[in-house]
């Protein structure tokens, strides 16, 4: 078997998988930014896992780092390419800087491309697979995740149509987890309270409450997160399967996405805050019992 490559195998989901992988005897080449995080991989993995720095959002990074890797598969190719690198960018979009909205289209899905595009040649020639990790926010949208959910949203639809593009010649798959363990979303509370403390005044009246509901679901949501390495096994068996499925989901969302849009609105408001200023009942209408002099 040729190699798999895993992008952001620094942490979470990237580097669970990357060992997961290795310790089923999967030659794997890890891609992470820092050199640090490339020596921590290498050393859990007891040297089975081989580490490249590339940054996905660095359309020279990402051609060196292809230019090496190809270098270390010679004339095998490619059979696994598991796109995993991402950020989470928080904010309420009226007031969101557009150069974070770039950043973070940047970094999910423009680089989601630019990698598959730089290894498509070696992966035709061994006819391998394709795995991007999404995520349950490309099921199901939610407030002051609007920037990441834009990012989740195009990886499903761009992934269909790599699919149905490169069919008979190289499986695509998503995987769709929900809460998982990783430092994602450390780095998310980061970057949310610095965007947010350099927004205007008006846009900490107007979102104050949504803000913290946010906050406050961030905790919530990794400890009930589940652990990165039961996506890796997913991940595996995508790679492991003799005909692929399209999608592998592990989501709570359950009927929810099934929902009429006003209902799941309704939710996703009221799990974040009852108190949000943005959130107004609708005007009573003439003969409403609720309508003056009614």
Do not use: C
């Not at 995740?145 to 499986?171: H, I, P, Q, T």
């Not at 927004?199 to 409450?209: K, L, R, S, V, W």
Request: no cysteine; glycine share 8%; aromatic share 6%.
């Amino acid at each position: 078997m040729t190699a798999v490559v895993v992008t952001g195998g620094s942490s979470g989901i990237g580097r669970a998988t990357a060992l997961h992988l290795a310790a089923y005897r999967y030659p794997v080449i890890a891609t992470v930014r820092r050199e640090e995080d490339a020596e921590a991989l290498v050393a859990a993995s007891g040297g089975a896992v081989a580490a490249v720095s590339m940054d996905v959002a660095d359309a020279l990074s990402v051609e060196r780092a292809a230019s090496e890797i190809v270098g270390l598969l010679g004339d095998r190719g490619l059979f696994g390419l598991i796109n995993n690198a991402g950020i989470v960018v928080p904010g309420p979009l009226e007031h969101f800087p557009i150069e974070e909205f770039q950043r973070q289209l940047d970094v999910n899905l423009t680089g989601v491309l630019r990698v598959t595009q730089a290894f498509l040649p070696q992966l035709r020639r061994a006819r391998g697979r394709i795995v991007n990790v999404s995520s349950i926010s490309g099921v199901v949208a939610f407030p002051m995740l609007g920037a990441y959910n834009a990012s989740k949203f195009g990886l499903e639809g761009m992934s269909d149509a790599l699919r149905m593009e490169l069919r008979g010649v190289v499986d695509v798959s998503l995987v769709l987890p929900g809460p998982v363990k990783s430092r994602i979303w450390e780095r998310a509370r980061v970057d949310g309270e610095r965007i947010w403390n350099a927004m205007p005044p008006i846009a900490h009246e107007q979102y104050d409450a949504l803000y913290e509901g946010m906050r406050r679901e961030f905790d919530k949501s990794q400890r009930r997160a589940i652990p990165a390495e039961k996506v890796a096994r997913v991940v595996r068996r995508a790679l492991d399967a003799r005909r692929p499925k399209s999608r592998y989901r592990l989501d709570p969302t359950g009927v929810v996405r099934w929902l009429p849009d006003r209902w799941r609105d309704a939710l996703a408001l009221k799990v974040l805050s009852s108190r949000s200023r943005t959130v107004r009942p609708a005007p009573p209408r003439p003969g409403d019992s609720r309508a003056p002099g009614a």
